[in-house]
T-cell receptor, first 113, second 114 residues
Framework: EDKVVQSPLSLVVHEGDTVTLNCSYE??????LLWYKQEKKAPTFLFML????IEKKSGRLSSILDKKELFSILNITATQTGDSAIYLC?????????????FGQGTILTVHP | NAGVTQTPKFQVLKTGQSMTLQCAQD?????MYWYRQDPGMGLRLIYY???????DKGEVPNGYNVSRLNKREFSLRLESAAPSQTSVYFC?????????????FGPGTRLLVL
């Protein structure tokens, strides 16, 4: 059975701290890994990773994939209160017409002023 | 361009009642999805529609039916609601069946079944 495990499940930091969110996966026919940010509404897309070792960056956020060790990390530097959210890791698999998505439980990040 | 819209935003049902959750997208996407999100469970796929005229079961389809009314609209129906269906429901769409495509989510519908 495909699964995605995120850690930690929750994290509390202060503004300015750097955080690393972890995601490990076991997915048959793995194709890509996606990170979403979910605030008090629907998830919004952050990154899609398909190749190992290539870091993707967007402002203070960055992410990298290790397809050999089957994990990904999401880094947030100089955190702000606006970064408080649930961060979802999603593994995408091929082999079917829709490309199965397996979601992790999410990491709840709380950033205090 | 509103993206993905869902109605209603919140609903309370009694056990055994039926209702339909509506979803529409204006991005001309081919594929649409219904998920439920429960604490500690992540998002789980209920049904999806790879293209207009087709629907398929996802991970947790029991107790639900769907209808892809046209390219824009994808509805989710609960024929006889149960407390276990209390959840937040998200509709999503993507240009193609999700492979290398980003899914765009609606704002969600909070459903409480008493």
């Amino acid at each position: 059975e495909d699964k995605v495990v995120q850690s930690p499940l929750s994290l509390v930091v202060h503004e300015g701290d750097t955080v690393t969110l972890n995601c490990s996966y076991e997915v048959t026919n793995f194709r890509s890994l996606l990170w979403y940010k979910q605030e008090k509404k629907a998830p919004t897309f952050l990154f899609m990773l398909t190749s190992s070792g290539i870091e993707k960056k967007s402002g203070r956020l960055s992410s990298i994939l290790d397809k050999k060790e089957l994990f990904s990390i999401l880094n947030i530097t100089a955190t702000q209160t606006g970064d408080s959210a649930i961060y979802l890791c999603v593994a995408n698999a091929g082999g079917t017409s829709y490309g199965k998505l397996t979601f992790g439980q999410g990491t709840i990040l709380t950033v205090h002023p | 361009n509103a993206g993905v819209t869902q109605t209603p935003k919140f609903q309370v049902l009694k056990t055994g009642q039926s209702m339909t959750l509506q979803c529409a997208q204006d991005m001309n996407h081919n594929s649409m999805y219904w998920y439920r999100q429960d604490p500690g469970m992540g998002l789980r796929l209920i049904y999806y529609s790879a293209s207009e005229g087709t629907t398929d079961k996802g991970e947790v389809p029991n107790g639900y039916n769907v209808s892809r009314l046209n390219k824009r609209e994808f509805s989710l129906r609960l024929e006889s609601a149960a407390p276990s269906q209390t959840s937040v429901y998200f509709c999503a769409s993507s240009a193609q069946p999700s492979g290398q495509e980003t899914q765009y989510f609606g704002p969600g519908t909070r459903l409480l079944v008493l």
